[in-house]
């Protein structure tokens, strides 16, 4: 089962961002994510959070046609998209895409990056998108369909990362280490359509750019 979790960051284009939502069968909102409903055009299955940014008019309006609503505290230990996520794996989600998780606040972005390993290390496909990245992680093998003449990057996220092998990519990795602090795997061009990244030990962060 596929679900969206949308959070509260920009979303620039959503005639672009639908093609995310194809094939989602739960919809988690979290906080001020549901300002974004409207815009991709659906309603959510469940609505998430402390509740400091959403509209309380839409909250309301959500509310009364029955939306499921979970209220924690705003003194918490985890985020808000943090909840959503967790939500939608323990709704039986096996592919998870992050919507609105990417923004101005570089504390937000780089914690809904780190979340990701939550739904890693419970065997979910978890990703965040928008309209000039998507973002994986992966300890062992992921393959991708980013277009030939794509950019990738490949950074590591724990201390070392060791025998990383690459398929599909301009400079091929194979049996290869990074340490974290290092730049080597960044900006790498698809020379195919399709590429497969994998590694032995430690965790990667995969990152595709859009423009």
Known sequence: MKAAVLCSGSIEDYSFTRKYISGVTKVICCDGGIRHCDGLGVLPDLIVGDFDSAD????????????????????????????????????????????GGIGSRIDHTLTNCHILIKALKRGVRAFLANEHNEIYVVDDII??????????????????????????LYYSLKGASMHIGESLGVSNVCTEDNIEISLSQGILMIIIAKD
């Open 56 to 99: 309380s008019v839409q909250l309301e309006a959500y509310i009364s046609m029955g939306v499921d609503i979970v209220r924690v505290p705003a003194e918490k230990d985890f985020t808000d998209g943090e909840l959503g996520l967790m939500r939608a794996i323990e709704a039986g989600a096996d592919e998870v895409v992050i919507l």
């Open 143 to 168: 393959s991708l369909s980013p277009g030939k003449g794509s950019t990738v990057s490949v950074i590591p996220l724990t201390t070392e990362a060791l025998g990383i092998s690459t398929k599909g």
